[in-house]
Protein backbone atom coordinates (compact mmCIF):
# COMPACT_ATOMS: atom_id res chain seq x y z
CA UNK A 1 0.00 0.00 0.00
CA UNK A 2 0.92 3.36 -0.46
CA UNK A 3 3.07 5.42 2.27
CA UNK A 4 1.11 8.53 3.43
CA UNK A 5 2.59 11.56 5.32
CA UNK A 6 1.03 14.44 7.41
CA UNK A 7 1.83 16.97 9.96
CA UNK A 8 2.22 15.77 13.27
CA UNK A 9 -0.04 18.62 14.70
CA UNK A 10 -1.91 21.51 13.61
CA UNK A 11 -3.91 24.27 15.42
CA UNK A 12 -6.82 26.56 13.42
CA UNK A 13 -8.99 29.36 14.77
CA UNK A 14 -13.00 28.26 15.70
CA UNK A 15 -14.76 29.41 12.47
CA UNK A 16 -11.68 29.10 10.11
CA UNK A 17 -11.33 26.52 7.29
CA UNK A 18 -8.86 23.75 8.82
CA UNK A 19 -6.65 22.74 5.66
CA UNK A 20 -5.36 19.41 6.31
CA UNK A 21 -2.64 17.93 3.60
CA UNK A 22 -1.38 14.65 3.47
CA UNK A 23 1.30 13.76 0.72
CA UNK A 24 0.91 10.28 -0.74
CA UNK A 25 3.52 10.58 -3.88
CA UNK A 26 3.50 6.50 -4.24
CA UNK A 27 0.14 5.95 -4.43
CA UNK A 28 -0.67 3.95 -7.45
CA UNK A 29 -3.88 4.35 -9.99
CA UNK A 30 -6.17 1.93 -8.43
CA UNK A 31 -5.82 3.38 -4.71
CA UNK A 32 -8.59 5.67 -2.83
CA UNK A 33 -7.91 7.99 -0.80
CA UNK A 34 -9.40 8.02 3.33
CA UNK A 35 -10.16 9.97 5.95
CA UNK A 36 -11.21 9.44 9.09
CA UNK A 37 -10.81 11.32 12.37
CA UNK A 38 -10.89 10.02 15.76
CA UNK A 39 -11.58 12.37 18.59
CA UNK A 40 -10.35 11.51 22.07
CA UNK A 41 -11.84 8.20 23.91
CA UNK A 42 -13.74 7.44 20.62
CA UNK A 43 -13.28 5.27 17.63
CA UNK A 44 -12.52 6.80 14.81
CA UNK A 45 -14.96 7.98 12.36
CA UNK A 46 -15.35 7.66 8.54
CA UNK A 47 -15.01 11.19 7.16
CA UNK A 48 -14.95 11.21 3.12
CA UNK A 49 -13.02 9.32 0.76
CA UNK A 50 -11.96 10.47 -3.21
CA UNK A 51 -9.99 8.62 -5.90
CA UNK A 52 -9.44 11.80 -8.40
CA UNK A 53 -12.04 13.79 -8.38
CA UNK A 54 -12.50 16.19 -5.63
CA UNK A 55 -15.13 14.96 -3.30
CA UNK A 56 -17.61 17.13 -0.90
CA UNK A 57 -20.10 15.45 1.51
CA UNK A 58 -21.81 17.54 4.97
CA UNK A 59 -18.54 16.66 7.03
CA UNK A 60 -15.77 18.21 4.76
CA UNK A 61 -14.19 18.51 1.09
CA UNK A 62 -11.48 16.79 -0.30
CA UNK A 63 -9.05 18.11 -3.20
CA UNK A 64 -6.83 15.72 -5.02
CA UNK A 65 -3.86 16.86 -6.95
CA UNK A 66 -4.02 16.33 -10.30
CA UNK A 67 -0.90 13.89 -10.42
CA UNK A 68 -2.63 12.57 -6.98
CA UNK A 69 0.57 12.74 -5.05
CA UNK A 70 -1.20 14.65 -2.86
CA UNK A 71 -4.51 15.62 -1.34
CA UNK A 72 -6.07 18.19 1.11
CA UNK A 73 -9.04 17.95 3.50
CA UNK A 74 -10.69 21.31 4.02
CA UNK A 75 -13.11 21.09 7.36
CA UNK A 76 -15.19 24.85 6.44
CA UNK A 77 -15.74 26.27 9.38
CA UNK A 78 -14.05 24.00 12.03
CA UNK A 79 -15.40 24.39 15.69
CA UNK A 80 -14.07 23.20 18.98
CA UNK A 81 -15.79 19.82 18.40
CA UNK A 82 -13.57 19.06 15.30
CA UNK A 83 -10.33 18.83 17.81
CA UNK A 84 -9.49 15.45 16.72
CA UNK A 85 -6.68 13.20 15.42
CA UNK A 86 -7.20 13.09 10.96
CA UNK A 87 -5.49 10.00 9.60
CA UNK A 88 -5.23 9.80 5.68
CA UNK A 89 -5.17 6.18 4.38
CA UNK A 90 -4.39 4.90 0.92
CA UNK A 91 -6.32 1.93 -0.06
CA UNK A 92 -6.57 -0.23 -2.97
CA UNK A 93 -9.49 -1.06 -4.36
CA UNK A 94 -9.38 -4.53 -3.92
CA UNK A 95 -7.92 -4.64 -0.44
CA UNK A 96 -10.70 -6.56 1.10
CA UNK A 97 -11.87 -3.24 3.24
CA UNK A 98 -8.66 -3.32 5.16
CA UNK A 99 -7.24 -0.02 6.33
CA UNK A 100 -3.93 0.25 7.65
CA UNK A 101 -3.93 4.10 9.85
CA UNK A 102 -0.27 6.12 10.19
CA UNK A 103 0.37 8.71 12.89
CA UNK A 104 -2.26 11.34 12.03
CA UNK A 105 -2.75 14.52 12.09
CA UNK A 106 -3.60 16.01 15.49
CA UNK A 107 -5.97 18.94 15.19
CA UNK A 108 -6.51 21.41 17.78
CA UNK A 109 -9.02 24.15 16.97
CA UNK A 110 -8.82 27.27 19.37
CA UNK A 111 -11.52 29.75 20.23
CA UNK B 1 -29.42 0.89 14.35
CA UNK B 2 -27.23 1.24 17.41
CA UNK B 3 -24.20 1.13 15.96
CA UNK B 4 -21.19 -1.03 16.95
CA UNK B 5 -21.21 -2.81 20.04
CA UNK B 6 -18.52 -3.66 22.27
CA UNK B 7 -18.24 -5.04 25.85
CA UNK B 8 -16.83 -4.48 28.23
CA UNK B 9 -16.26 -0.42 27.82
CA UNK B 10 -13.35 -1.22 30.80
CA UNK B 11 -11.70 -4.18 31.67
CA UNK B 12 -8.90 -4.83 34.44
CA UNK B 13 -7.26 -7.99 34.93
CA UNK B 14 -4.30 -9.46 36.49
CA UNK B 15 -1.27 -10.85 34.66
CA UNK B 16 -1.83 -14.65 33.51
CA UNK B 17 -5.60 -14.31 33.13
CA UNK B 18 -7.62 -14.90 30.49
CA UNK B 19 -9.32 -11.80 28.67
CA UNK B 20 -12.48 -12.35 26.45
CA UNK B 21 -13.49 -8.70 24.29
CA UNK B 22 -16.76 -9.00 22.90
CA UNK B 23 -18.67 -7.31 19.08
CA UNK B 24 -21.91 -7.20 17.99
CA UNK B 25 -21.49 -5.70 14.47
CA UNK B 26 -24.20 -3.64 12.48
CA UNK B 27 -26.95 -5.59 11.33
CA UNK B 28 -26.29 -6.44 7.87
CA UNK B 29 -22.58 -5.95 7.24
CA UNK B 30 -20.21 -8.41 6.55
CA UNK B 31 -16.82 -7.85 7.43
CA UNK B 32 -15.38 -7.50 10.62
CA UNK B 33 -12.28 -6.09 12.37
CA UNK B 34 -10.37 -6.40 15.30
CA UNK B 35 -8.27 -3.17 16.31
CA UNK B 36 -5.37 -2.38 18.79
CA UNK B 37 -4.13 1.04 19.93
CA UNK B 38 -1.71 1.83 21.94
CA UNK B 39 0.75 4.92 22.13
CA UNK B 40 3.29 3.39 20.75
CA UNK B 41 2.26 1.76 18.06
CA UNK B 42 -0.98 3.79 17.09
CA UNK B 43 -3.75 1.86 15.52
CA UNK B 44 -3.07 -1.63 14.60
CA UNK B 45 -5.46 -4.23 12.40
CA UNK B 46 -5.32 -7.78 14.36
CA UNK B 47 -7.83 -9.59 12.37
CA UNK B 48 -10.36 -9.21 9.87
CA UNK B 49 -13.52 -11.46 8.75
CA UNK B 50 -15.48 -11.62 5.89
CA UNK B 51 -19.36 -13.75 6.07
CA UNK B 52 -17.38 -14.60 9.42
CA UNK B 53 -14.12 -16.84 8.15
CA UNK B 54 -10.63 -15.34 9.09
CA UNK B 55 -9.45 -13.39 6.01
CA UNK B 56 -6.29 -11.72 7.08
CA UNK B 57 -5.20 -13.03 10.78
CA UNK B 58 -1.27 -11.36 10.19
CA UNK B 59 -1.53 -8.92 13.24
CA UNK B 60 -2.33 -11.02 16.18
CA UNK B 61 0.85 -10.57 17.94
CA UNK B 62 1.18 -13.88 18.97
CA UNK B 63 -0.39 -16.75 19.45
CA UNK B 64 -1.64 -15.58 22.90
CA UNK B 65 -4.72 -13.86 21.18
CA UNK B 66 -7.20 -15.58 19.37
CA UNK B 67 -10.77 -14.49 17.58
CA UNK B 68 -13.61 -15.93 16.52
CA UNK B 69 -16.57 -15.35 14.78
CA UNK B 70 -19.33 -17.91 15.14
CA UNK B 71 -22.18 -15.88 13.57
CA UNK B 72 -22.83 -12.81 11.70
CA UNK B 73 -24.23 -11.03 14.94
CA UNK B 74 -20.70 -11.91 17.50
CA UNK B 75 -17.20 -12.10 17.60
CA UNK B 76 -14.84 -12.47 20.24
CA UNK B 77 -11.28 -11.43 20.70
CA UNK B 78 -9.20 -13.87 23.46
CA UNK B 79 -6.05 -13.20 25.18
CA UNK B 80 -4.82 -16.22 27.20
CA UNK B 81 -3.30 -15.84 28.89
CA UNK B 82 -2.94 -11.76 29.46
CA UNK B 83 0.28 -10.14 29.76
CA UNK B 84 0.86 -5.91 30.69
CA UNK B 85 2.21 -4.91 27.52
CA UNK B 86 -1.37 -6.14 25.96
CA UNK B 87 -2.48 -3.02 27.42
CA UNK B 88 -4.86 -1.20 24.89
CA UNK B 89 -7.78 -0.07 23.90
CA UNK B 90 -9.31 -2.41 21.03
CA UNK B 91 -11.40 -1.45 18.85
CA UNK B 92 -14.13 -3.59 17.02
CA UNK B 93 -15.38 -2.47 13.64
CA UNK B 94 -18.20 -3.26 10.60
CA UNK B 95 -18.68 -2.80 6.96
CA UNK B 96 -20.23 -3.91 4.06
CA UNK B 97 -19.30 -5.05 1.03
CA UNK B 98 -19.01 -2.33 -1.65
CA UNK B 99 -15.58 -2.62 -2.37
CA UNK B 100 -14.04 1.14 -2.52
CA UNK B 101 -16.90 2.57 -1.52
CA UNK B 102 -17.45 0.82 1.83
CA UNK B 103 -16.61 2.76 5.20
CA UNK B 104 -16.18 1.09 8.00
CA UNK B 105 -18.03 1.71 11.44
CA UNK B 106 -16.25 1.40 14.87
CA UNK B 107 -17.39 0.85 18.66
CA UNK B 108 -16.20 2.81 21.25
CA UNK B 109 -13.86 0.27 22.12
CA UNK B 110 -12.60 -1.57 25.44
CA UNK B 111 -9.98 -0.39 27.74
CA UNK B 112 -7.87 -3.13 28.69
CA UNK B 113 -5.82 -3.03 31.75
CA UNK B 114 -3.60 -6.10 32.60
CA UNK B 115 -1.61 -5.51 35.90
Known amino acids: DAKTTQPTSMDCAEGRAANLPCNHSTISGNEYVYWYRQIHSQGPQYIIH???NNETNEMASLIITEDRKSSTLILPHATLRDTAVYYCIVRPVNAGNMLTFGGGTRLMVKP | DAGVIQSPRHEVTEMGQEVTLRCKPISGHDYLFWYRQTMMRGLELLIY????????DSGMPEDRFSAKMPNASFSTLKIQPSEPRDSAVYFC?????????????FGPGTRLTVL
Open chain 2, 93 to 105: ASSSSGGAHSEQF
Open chain 1, 50 to 52: GLK
Open chain 2, 49 to 56: FNNNVPID
